[in-house]
């Protein structure tokens, strides 16, 4: 009987465990790793820009949608960090307006919601006023501005539904 | 040929044979079961005689109805099926080794895989593989157990959405000329699922086709190699933002949607289709099998009326366009239900921007360059109200996000910092719930104007053949004097007329330009310290009067300059363009000016400059004007007079089909 309950104990501690990591906010690096943001949009470069057209790469592609991309990339949180990622001068211009498509998806995306989301979106202008306040915010990278707002996004109160997991 | 995958002939010829002799043999001893024999004859030579039926679930399919499944268009379209093969490249994609050549041989297996062990086999059974052939045969013959939703497919079921899948929209994304590939623009789907989630619809999912082009290829054997389908292409899949960062927010192309209307049928079997083709590999050809070919050939499969019937040697994004139009139209003369729900149009990053500039006040306009200026945004602004201060910070800050893509991809520190400043101005000011910039006007589809290829008969005279007959015909023809959503741009290639002289019937170019762009800046803003620069440039030939004999005379022109919208109808440019000709003088300039006026049905085109063209030193007076009526959507009638080395008079009728 005692050898059953410290089996059962070890399994639970095992699954613990296993469980533990997907229950805490994943870091924005990783996921940068394991999901290749920035492939999914032709680089800001002119030569592929210019033949946008003609060059989806469809090795790439599943890193987008739905469709393949590695179940540690499906979820919200790598959604959300992939959008930061792909749209940060368009959301950094929403943020600073205070409105606009990109910034409405990013809260729906972090399930911030309709009743919390103007509350949420003056704490995350307050508080990435004091990022671009930041004297080395014009020569961060774009990997570390995506990065900063994703965690600004994830630390945002709990009283805002963001989600947490996933 | 396992019995497994039951394709299996059920009474094979020799089994037949062996019956029918025994029946022969033994008849007379059995003419009291006559009747029982003859049934057994019966059944034996109707439905087993054929090699090639099938068994299928404890049923037999015969030769017939095989036959008419593996001709079904729809089952042909599904294998993408052209000239007795499929266009597709990828091995996989046939269940049958005979399956890229043999439509027949398909269907069989695609029949036979249907009962395919599937317990094991999550996401990579046929099923899942390929459910637009499931679903469509479902509705041909009795599938047992059939469903919609295979729970075995998780795959395919988190990719499609397909109960959250409201309708598919067909995107036209602007030419764009900062590529050649892209110049007669682009076009690729999207799945709306109008998700309460995401209501912009950023993360519906989008079907592109594009060729697969290496990295760093040059540009000459990009454009030789897609041409002559040196490149593989396939479909891809893209959250609909990539798209909109892409082409609206980085390359500024205007963008127009096209909402379906389809039966859940028609939708269910699109998205299925879609999901079997993603990845697959096609040839690319630029001209013709290219991204609105493939497309097009996608909405064929669900769609009754044809859209590449009528395919020359070439097919443009906006040629399917014109199509779903001319469907809608005819389907709602009927009386039934068009095809098209709805026309969104979804303008630039730098329209948006050039509205935004254009509905501020004067003093707005002067604090906004005085910012950009001299950078101090508070000092500047402190005399305005609150809702000025946010127009004129909102204003700046769009200016600098516009000039930092444009600037891509090494935009100047200073610029950043510029940026960053006025950002966190604008973080310290109130937030908006709704844009302080509203109702930008609605760009008319490229859809709704001129088809591009253009045939024309008329008469012209000039001082060299007289009078004469003038046959006329581009491929691709958006003129000044035309209908189109180019805003006082040209873009004309292979223009070519073709006189016949009337006292012996023979024929001359009267004109040939392989291509001809006018590019007029009319929009540009005072503090877009952008390329303010109209251009035009010209590579052709054009019959020409020298020491009193007509010659063709080849040349080449490039000229830039400004160009202005006098009102809402009027533009005006002024250019100088340099150009090479074959014949003397060969190095010409011509200053010149013109007018373009758009009285909707009536457009004309006046311009008047100076030419060296005569001798090298002394310039002539130049100029010539085009007037052109809107008859119907496809016709037109356009008169024309120009005074140039020879002095030329014509009309003719146009055709746009």
Same mark, same amino acid.
């Given at each position: 009987m005692v050898t059953k309950g410290i089996n059962f104990s070890a399994i639970c501690l095992v699954l613990s465990l296993m469980i533990a990591p997907s229950a805490m906010a994943r870091e924005f690096a990783d996921i940068y790793t394991d999901c290749g943001l920035g492939a999914m949009i032709a680089p800001h470069n002119s030569v592929v820009a210019a033949v946008t057209n003609v060059t989806w790469d469809l090795g790439t592609t599943a890193i987008s949608s739905n469709i393949s991309s590695p179940d540690s990339c499906h979820g919200g949180q790598a959604k959300s960090a992939a959008f930061i990622h792909d749209s940060y001068e368009s959301l950094e211009k929403d943020i600073a307006r205070g409105h606009g498509e990109y910034?409405?998806?990013?809260?729906?995306?972090?399930?911030?919601?309709?009743?919390?989301?103007?509350? +949420?979106?003056?704490?995350?202008?307050?508080?990435? +006023?004091?990022?671009?306040?930041?004297?080395?915010?014009?020569?961060?990278?774009?990997?570390?501005?995506?990065?900063? &707002?994703?965690?600004?996004?994830y630390s945002q109160p709990s009283d805002y539904s963001l989600e947490k997991n996933i | 040929m396992t019995s497994k995958k039951a394709y299996a002939v059920v009474f094979s010829f020799n089994v037949c044979f062996f019956i029918i002799h025994i029946f022969l043999l033994y008849l007379p001893l059995f003419t009291n079961k006559l009747y029982h024999c003859f049934l057994l004859f019966f059944f034996c030579v109707v439905l087993g005689y054929s090699t090639n039926a099938i068994a299928y679930e404890g049923r037999h399919l015969n030769e017939d109805v095989i036959e008419n499944l593996a001709n079904d268009p729809t089952w042909l379209k599904l294998l993408h099926f052209k000239h007795n093969r499929s266009e597709i490249l990828t091995e996989d994609f046939f269940l049958s080794p005979e399956g890229r050549y043999d439509s027949k041989a398909e269907l069989v297996a695609t029949i036979n895989a249907y009962s395919e062990s599937r317990s094991h086999k999550k996401d990579i059974t046929p099923r899942c593989k390929f459910p637009a052939r499931y679903f469509w045969l479902s509705q041909k013959m009795p599938l047992p157990h059939y469903k919609l939703h295979d729970p075995q497919c998780e795959s395919f079921e988190n990719w499609s959405l397909l109960n959250n899948v409201k309708s598919i929209s067909l995107f036209l994304v602007s030419g764009y000329f900062g590529n050649p590939a892209s110049v007669f623009g682009h076009s690729f789907l999207k799945l709306n699922t109008y998700s309460r989630? #995401?209501?912009? /619809?950023?993360? #519906?999912?989008? *079907?592109?086709?594009? +060729?697969?082009? =290496?990295?760093?290829? =040059?540009? &000459?054997?990009?454009?030789?190699? %897609? *041409?002559? /389908? %040196?490149?593989? +292409? /396939?479909?891809? #899949?893209?959250?609909?933002?990539?798209?909109d960062l892409v082409y609206s927010r980085t390359e500024f192309r205007d963008i127009w949607e096209y909402e379906l209307l389809l039966s859940d049928y028609q939708r269910t079997l699109l998205i299925l289709h879609m999901w079997e083709v993603l990845g697959k590999k096609f040839k690319y050809y630029f001209l013709d099998e290219n991204c609105a070919f493939r497309l097009a050939e996608l909405l064929e499969i669900i769609i009754e009326e044809p859209f590449l019937d009528k395919v020359k040697s070439w097919y443009i994004p906006v040629e399917t366009f014109f199509r779903l139009e001319e469907i809608d139209k005819h389907?709602?003369?009927? /009386?039934?239900?068009g095809l098209i729900k709805s026309v969104r149009f979804h303008p630039s990053g730098q329209r948006e921007f050039y509205y935004q500039f254009s509905q501020l006040t004067k003093k707005e306009k002067e604090a906004v360059k005085t910012i950009i200026n001299d950078g101090a945004s508070t000092s500047t602004t402190a005399s305005f109200s609150e809702d000025s201060q946010l127009r004129i910070i909102d204003t700046v800050l769009s200016y600098y996000k516009y000039r930092l893509i444009a600037e891509e991809p090494s935009p100047a520190v200073e610029m950043r910092e510029k940026k960053d400043k006025i950002l966190l101005t604008r973080l310290r000011l109130p937030p908006q719930k709704k844009s302080l910039f509203y109702g930008i006007p609605q760009l008319k589809s490229p859809a709704s104007g001129n088809r591009p290829m253009l045939m024309g008969i008329g008469m012209g005279q000039d001082s060299i053949e007289n009078t004469y007959l003038k046959l006329h015909w581009s491929p691709f023809s958006q003129e000044f004097v035309g209908q189109n959503h180019l805003e006082g741009d040209e873009l004309v290639v292979l223009d070519t007329t073709i006189g016949v002289r009337e006292s012996d019937y023979s024929f001359f170019v009267d004109n040939f330009d392989l291509v001809r762009i006018r590019k007029l800046k009319t929009n540009f803003i005072s503090i877009d310290d952008g390329n303010p620069w109209s251009w035009q440039l010209r590579l052709g030939t054009a019959l020409t009067e020298h020491n009193e004999k007509s010659y063709n005379d080849g040349a080449f022109s490039f000229g830039a300059g400004r160009a202005w919208d006098l009102n809402k109808s009027i533009s005006f440019y002024a250019m100088t363009d340099a150009a090479a000709h074959t014949i003397k003088p060969y190095a010409r300039l011509r200053p010149n000016t013109g007018l373009i006026i758009d009285n909707n049905s009536t457009k004309s085109w006046w311009y008047a400059g100076f030419e060296n063209m005569e001798d090298r030193e002394k310039f002539n007076l130049v100029w010539g004007g085009q007037i052109q009526y809107k008859v119907s959507e496809q016709i037109a009638v356009s008169i024309s007079f120009s005074r140039e080395t020879t002095t030329k008079t014509s009309a003719e009728v146009k055709w746009y089909w």
């Open positions: 910034l409405d998806t990013l809260m729906t995306l972090t399930n911030v919601s309709k009743e919390s989301q103007e509350k +949420a979106v003056n704490n995350l202008r307050n508080n990435f +006023a004091s990022s671009v306040a930041n004297q080395d915010y014009t020569n961060q990278t774009k990997f570390q501005k995506s990065e900063n &707002l994703y965690n600004l996004l | 989630d #995401d209501q912009n /619809g950023l993360f #519906d999912l989008s *079907i592109n086709y594009g +060729a697969l082009v =290496p990295e760093n290829e =040059p540009t &000459l054997q990009y454009v030789v190699r %897609g *041409i002559t /389908g %040196g490149y593989q +292409a /396939g479909f891809s #899949d893209k959250y609909f933002y990539t798209h389907r709602k003369e009927k /009386g039934k239900q």
